[in-house]
């Protein structure tokens, strides 16, 4: 079964405006972490933010924030103030307490226009 | 902080032919891990090491990947014969832990092609 789902394969989104990429998972382990990477075209992988499954208040990085909602089981992405360098490939993550491999969505393109 | 080494950086191989990827993790991370990257698609686990043990390597078809982890710092992943449908990205990353809460550190990756 799918751990990891990312609805959205692609998304358009003006400058300087904000943008909520969608993740949902599934587990039944008590201890996980969330994880979003953004991958340009260039192919490196780079680590975004992260959420635990026992932290109280929702992540926020710079401009990446994670909005938790741990009962509907999502830990979807909001990019504010989108720039061009934002244009990538994002993934939604996450590691469970009894395994530790991470296992990834497949991932939505964001494409940042003028 | 360097970070994670990977070599080559492109490879094309033709079918049947043998090739190997070296990675270099961070200093320190004992956690090192091989994913399989298909265009267009999120990367999938191949091996997981811890120091230079294998903790998982359910996914790797070991008919022909092989992967080793000398002295719990570098590695290699091997593949002999390639077949078309390797053709991918391989990526190599390292965490200083196995816990839930230890990011994976990513290489640039091998992008590989067999023609």
């Known amino acids: 079964a799918q751990k990891i789902t990312q609805t959205q394969p692609g998304m358009f989104v003006q400058e300087k405006e904000a943008v909520t990429l969608d993740c949902t998972y599934d587990?039944?382990?008590?201890?996980?972490?969330l994880f979003w990477y953004k991958q340009p075209s260039s192919g490196e992988m780079i680590f975004l933010i992260y959420?635990?499954?026992?932290?109280?208040q929702n992540a926020t990085e710079g401009r990446y924030s994670l909005n938790f909602q741990k009962a509907r089981k999502s830990a979807n992405l909001v990019i504010s103030a989108s720039q061009l360098g934002d244009s990538a490939m994002y993934f939604c993550?996450?590691?469970?307490?009894?395994?530790?491999?991470?296992?990834f969505g497949a991932g939505t393109t964001v494409t940042v226009r003028a | 902080e360097a970070g994670v080494a990977q070599s080559p950086r492109y490879k094309i191989i033709e079918k049947r032919q043998s090739v190997a990827f070296w990675c270099n993790p961070i200093?320190?991370?004992?956690?090192l891990y091989w994913y399989q990257q298909i265009l267009g698609q999120g990367p999938k686990l191949l091996i997981q090491?811890?120091?230079?043990?294998?903790v998982d390597d359910s996914q790797l078809p070991k008919d022909r990947f092989s992967a080793e982890r000398l002295k719990g710092v570098d590695s290699t992943l091997k593949i002999q014969p390639a077949k078309l449908e390797d053709s991918a990205v391989y990526l190599c990353?390292?965490?200083w832990g196995g816990g839930v809460n230890s990011p994976l550190h990513f290489g640039n990756g091998t992008r590989l092609t067999v023609t």
């Open positions: 990353a390292s965490s």
């Open positions: 587990t039944s382990d008590p201890s996980y972490g």
């Open positions: 959420q635990g499954s026992y932290d109280q």
């Open positions: 993550a996450m590691r469970e307490g009894g395994d530790y491999k991470l296992s």
């Open positions: 200093s320190g991370h004992a956690t």
């Open positions: 090491f811890q120091n230079n043990g294998v």
